[in-house]
C-alpha cells in the first residue's frame, strides 16, 4: 500500500525550533515529490513547498521561504518541515503530499500533524 | 499569482441530489486544475486531476468539467458520506494555489 505516514502532534513554545517527519512507504520514494502543506484552523490549504529526494531540488512558496526549511534523506525515505523559531501564527495542521512532479497534482495524502505554538 | 474563486461557499442538498459546484480562476489555468475532498477530522483526498479525469478508486458520481477559467465539479447523485469540503488546485502557474473550499451539507 502506497502510503506517507506523519509523526505525531506538538505543542512548542514561541521562539523553540521544529522539525516534523513524513515517511514513504509501498513506492519509490526518491522518484516523487514530496509537497508540504499548511492548513491553519478552519481555514484553507496553502502550498508551502515540495522537495524531490532523489536530488534534494527544492522550491518555496514565496509566503514562506525563509520562514521554513523543507529536507529529505532518501535513504530512510522520509522528508521532514523544520522551523528555527516558531510563532503563535505557526499553529496549524500541516500535511505532506505525493506529487509527480513539483507542480502536479497531489494524489497521496499523509494523515497530518498538528503544531500547537502556545506561551 | 493566480487566484480561485469557488461558489458557492456552502451548499446544502438531500441524498440523492445532484450538486454543482464552481471553481473560476482569475487568469486562464489551461485544464491544469485539479479538486479534493476533505472530510471532517480528515486529509484531502484527489477527486479530480486535469480538470475532468477521476484519480484511482473514485466513484464514478464525481465529474469534472472545464478550461480556461471556468471549472465545474458534479456530484451527480449525493451520498451521506460525500458531507465534506471540497477545494480546487491550479497547477497552471507557480505557485500552485486552492481556492477557500465549497463546504457541502446533507440535510
Known amino acids: 500500500e502506497v502510503q506517507l505516514v506523519q509523526s505525531g502532534a506538538e505543542v512548542k513554545k514561541p521562539g523553540e525550533s521544529l522539525k516534523i517527519s513524513c515517511k514513504g512507504s509501498g513506492y519509490s520514494f526518491a522518484n516523487y515529490w514530496i509537497a508540504w502543506v499548511r492548513q491553519m484552523p478552519e481555514k484553507g490549504l496553502e502550498w508551502m513547498g515540495v522537495i524531490y529526494p532523489s536530488d534534494s531540488d527544492t522550491r518555496y512558496s514565496p509566503s514562506f521561504q525563509g520562514q521554513v526549511t523543507i529536507s529529505a534523506d532518501k535513504s530512510i525515505s522520509t522528508a521532514y518541515l523544520q522551523w528555527t523559531s516558531l510563532k503563535a501564527s505557526d499553529t496549524a495542521m500541516y500535511y505532506c503530499?505525493?506529487?509527480?512532479?513539483?507542480?502536479?497534482?497531489?494524489?497521496?495524502w499523509g494523515q497530518g500533524t498538528m503544531v500547537t505554538v502556545s506561551s | 499569482e493566480i487566484v480561485l474563486t469557488q461558489s458557492p461557499a456552502t451548499l446544502s442538498l438531500s441524498p440523492g441530489e445532484r450538486a454543482t459546484l464552481s471553481c473560476r480562476a482569475s487568469?486562464?489555468?489551461?485544464?491544469?486544475l485539479a479538486w479534493y475532498q476533505q472530510k471532517p477530522g480528515q486529509a484531502p483526498r484527489l477527486l479530480i486531476y486535469?480538470?475532468?479525469n477521476r484519480a484511482t478508486g473514485i466513484p464514478a458520481r464525481f465529474s469534472g468539467s472545464g478550461s480556461g477559467t471556468d471549472f465545474t465539479l458534479t456530484i451527480s447523485s449525493l451520498e451521506p458520506e460525500d458531507l465534506a469540503v471540497y477545494y480546487c488546485?491550479?497547477?497552471?502557474?507557480?505557485?500552485?494555489?486552492f481556492g477557500p473550499g465549497t463546504k457541502v451539507d446533507i440535510k
Open positions: 503530499a505525493r506529487t509527480t512532479s513539483a507542480y502536479d497534482a497531489f494524489d497521496i
Open positions: 487568469q486562464s489555468v489551461s485544464s491544469f
Open positions: 488546485q491550479q497547477r497552471n502557474n507557480w505557485p500552485t494555489t
Open positions: 486535469d480538470a475532468s
